[in-house]
């Protein structure tokens, strides 16, 4: 008779597990030690406190993007950024440690890739308008509704979208 298997067993191992497996095995190692201190207080600030407890099998790229959000809709785009970037290396030392499977996909590169979008800029005046993602996928439609424009048309009004509006 096997006996059941306890409720921390079902969910695998947490977020806040693969962030403190991360800043022991790689943090502590190899960097300096006021750098690293800095670096895991940024991360049990901004992830662990808030979805710690969530099993890492669980975390979407989703989840990411809205953690992230939370510092961009404030200004803080760097520090958005490093979330997505520090996530990404959180990510990849669990997969190496066995944390999780081996087909499983990092969703803080994909994140990291999307959060690109809330960068662009609607208004002239630096940090005042950004489009959200919704509105990008609208517009994408719309352009490539048949009649709307030509090719031409279509690819400059893509460029424009791409480099001639980006947030600073």
């Known amino acids: 008779m096997t006996s059941e298997p306890s409720p921390g067993e079902l969910r695998g191992p947490t977020l806040a597990d693969a962030v403190r497996n991360y800043i022991k095995q790689h943090l502590q190692a190899n960097w300096k030690p006021e750098n690293a201190h800095a670096v895991e207080l940024f991360l049990e600030a901004n992830v662990v406190d808030v979805m710690g407890e969530r099993p890492l099998v669980s975390i979407t790229s989703s989840d990411i993007r809205r953690l992230a959000r939370r510092h961009t809709s404030r200004g803080k785009r760097s520090q958005a950024k490093k979330i997505c970037d520090q996530l990404a290396k959180v990510f990849g030392y669990a997969k190496l440690d066995d944390m999780l499977p081996d087909d499983f996909t990092t969703p803080a ?18 940090k005042t308008r ?36 980006r947030g600073g």
């Open 109 to 126: 590169r994909s994140a990291r890739y999307d959060s690109k979008d809330v960068g662009v800029k609607l208004s002239g005046d630096s």
């Open 130 to 165: 950004f489009f959200e993602d919704w509105e990008i996928r609208e517009f994408y439609e719309w352009i490539h509704q048949p009649g709307i424009m030509n090719d031409e048309l279509r690819v400059a009004m893509l460029v424009f979208l791409q480099i001639g509006c």
